[in-house]
């Protein structure tokens, strides 16, 4: 082989840095692109996860309340209602009223099982949210995790307690007509270790009067 051939089967070095000064925008181009699409992977997969747990909190939600009879919802009184003749004392469960959003109730579902005559077998479930011990209702982040008076959702029926949502700051239950809007607002952890706040209003229509 000749120099002449030699020197065209390789590359010298300013060759070489002609090449990648001019790949380097390419490249960079092409690596910002990987970034952006892993970012939006990320961002998908929390959005999904978010939209799972909602889900399954409406899930749970409609089966609690649309068997229920509106006329067995009840709340925990508070001044305004012993002050509307609705209870005797503060802490008493008394009837719900509409427009009054509050963040526990009581409410009597039928079953579906049957029972004797002229009697409608019917359940007592109780929504109620409960703030975490550490951080109580007072708009601070007491425990300073970054969630403010955040706690849990739980529901009881048949003296058997399970939750059904966690890191919640916005948790309320309001009657209208012969429906309930629930109002949530949960945390969830996002890129980097940031919550996720994700906000959503449902809305359960009770099948009994
Ligand atoms: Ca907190
Ligand atoms: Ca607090």
């Not at 399970?162 to 700051?169: K, Y």
């Amino acid at each position: 082989m000749t120099v002449k051939k030699r020197r065209a089967a390789g590359m010298t070095l300013v060759e070489v840095t002609v090449v990648l000064a001019l790949a380097l925008p390419v490249l960079l181009v092409v690596t910002n692109a990987t970034m952006a699409v892993t970012g939006s992977f990320r961002a998908t997969e929390t959005s999904t996860r978010e939209a799972g747990i909602a889900q399954k909190v409406v899930d749970t939600l409609d089966d609690v309340l649309r068997g229920g009879r509106c006329r067995t919802l009840e709340v925990i009184a508070n001044a305004k209602d012993v002050a509307e003749l609705r209870a005797t004392k503060v802490g008493d469960w008394c009837s719900m009223i509409p427009a009054d959003p509050r963040t526990r109730l009581r409410v009597d579902t039928t079953t579906g099982q049957p029972g004797p005559k002229l009697v409608v077998p019917v359940l007592t479930n109780e929504l109620r949210f409960v703030p975490d011990p550490s951080d109580p209702t007072d708009t601070k982040d007491n425990d300073k995790d970054g969630l403010f008076d955040e706690g849990t959702l739980q529901w009881t029926r048949n003296g058997f307690t399970s939750v059904i949502a966690n890191n919640l700051e916005v948790c309320t239950f309001e009657l209208a007509g012969q429906a309930i809007h629930v109002t949530l607002q949960f945390a969830t952890v996002g890129n980097a270790g940031k919550w996720r706040r994700t906000t959503f209003r449902h809305t359960v229509r009770l099948n009994n009067p």
